[in-house]
């Protein structure tokens, strides 16, 4: 069965570095493209950046632009998520999820809090 | 501000039909991408709800129905059940975004 399993969250001050991972397994990982979602305690969804297949296509969003790197290592079928100059928005639960490129999410890992606070 | 506008709340008594509408614009929704729609049960992860505007992923009943039109989408539930009471989010993506991926803000659907 397909299993997304998120890791790396925590509390870390602002303009504090971490880095995200999500192990994956049950399914051919290097055909699909990956996300990271994160959700804002009480707040909605927003699609942080996603990667192709290959790794050879990256989009941010403006909110993270310059500051998050995505990137895959489709050897050892993990996504990851280096995070830096957090800032107190960036506050959230962050959770990967697989697609092909313009269609659904079809499955979503568990989630992993990070927490940005002096 | 989200880029798909959904209402932020709706409710209905057990057994009756509610709507969700999410409402886009023409480089998004109305250029042609298809909406797929989550439900967001309490302190769990979001889980496709339904896929290219109108399928529904296995094991979903068909109580959960979906339609597109123009820059405008909607998620029709019948036979409301308390199961039912959740967040539920329209996504899209916007080719004017560089990010491309959009979601709606989210309805909370409450069962009376």
């Known amino acids: 069965q397909v299993q997304l399993v998120e890791s790396g969250g925590g509390l870390v001050k602002p303009g504090g570095s971490l880095r995200l991972s999500c192990a994956a397994s049950g399914f051919t990982f290097s055909d699909y493209y990956m996300s990271w979602i994160r959700q804002a305690p009480g707040k909605g969804l927003e699609c942080v950046s996603h990667i192709s297949s290959s790794g050879s296509t990256i989009n941010y969003a403006d909110s993270v632009k310059g500051r998050f790197t995505i990137y895959r290592d489709n050897a050892k079928k993990s996504l990851y998520l280096q995070m830096n100059s957090l800032r107190a928005e960036d506050t959230a639960v962050y959770y990967c999820a697989r697609s092909q490129w313009g269609s659904d999410f079809d499955y979503w890992g568990q989630g992993t809090l990070v927490t940005v606070s002096s | 501000q989200s880029v798909l506008t959904q209402p932020p709340s709706v409710s209905g008594a057990p057994g009756q039909r509610v709507t969700i509408s999410c409402t886009g614009s023409?480089?998004?929704?109305?250029?042609?991408?298809?909406v797929h729609w989550y439900q967001q049960l309490p302190g769990t992860a979001p889980k496709l709800l339904m896929f290219g505007n109108s399928n529904r992923p296995s094991g979903v009943p068909d109580r959960f129905s979906g339609s597109k039109s123009g820059t405008s989408a909607s998620l029709a539930i019948t036979g409301l059940q308390a199961e039912d009471e959740a967040d539920y989010y329209c996504?899209?993506?916007?080719?004017?975004?560089?990010?491309?991926?959009?979601f709606g803000g989210g309805t909370k659907l409450t069962v009376l």
């Open positions: 996504q899209s993506y916007d080719g004017s975004l560089s990010g491309y991926v959009v």
């Open positions: 023409s480089s998004n929704i109305g250029a042609g991408y298809d």
